[in-house]
């Protein structure tokens, strides 16, 4: 027999919801930003292998000539981003979810493991509670990731009144630079983390949505242990 386990809390999937569309739109809206004065490249000397972005790109996507609108809708939406991420850090720490957030000493060999149990080596998966040793990993950087767009997001915002700040991080190129980087660090996590929840399948995606998933009563799975 099957019943009800509470998977995800409220105030989780709360400030998961808000912030996945809000992010979401706040790299869309840096996009028009960047727009305007887009250095950034991999290569090496004169040899660049790929321009951050390629002129197709901005005109598939039609988000050239829309540097007001981008200001504005960005640090708009950067507020709401705040607030969000403030009021998350303030329920992990006062709920006491952090414990099964913040990464063990061990987990850095038990993401490897995981990982490539995942890629389709015939690697043993390490115990899993909650949260793996992987996504301990990654949600705790994501956290992390999100304060320093938020310390490098005012240095830009506010270079003079806040130089104390900027200075901090750099100066405001640099600023400009970890925050561009920030940013196609959570398009990374975005592919790998939308790839895993396709991976473990609607009942995990139904969980982060109500809260509950449907699992077998212990007291059948202590019989069925018992029986083998």
Known sequence: MKTLEEKHRFATRWCHWVNFPVLSAMIFSGMLIYWAYDPYRVGFGGTT???????????????????????????ALAWLFALNGIAYFIYTVVSGEWRELVPEPKSFREAAMVA???????????PQGRYNAAQRISYSAIVFMGGLSLITGLAIYKPAQLHWLTAAVGGYEWARFE???????????????????VRAGWANFRSMVTGYDLVESSTESKEAAHAK
């Open 49 to 75: 292998l790929f321009h951050f972005f390629p002129d197709w790109f901005y005109n598939l996507t039609g988000i050239n000539a829309q540097l007001a609108r981008g200001m504005a809708l960005h640090f």
């Open 116 to 126: 490539l149990h995942d890629m389709g080596f015939k690697v043993p998966l390490p």
């Open 179 to 197: 925050h561009f980087w920030l940013t196609m660090g959570y398009v990374g996590f975005f592919v790998i983390h939308i790839g895993q929840v």
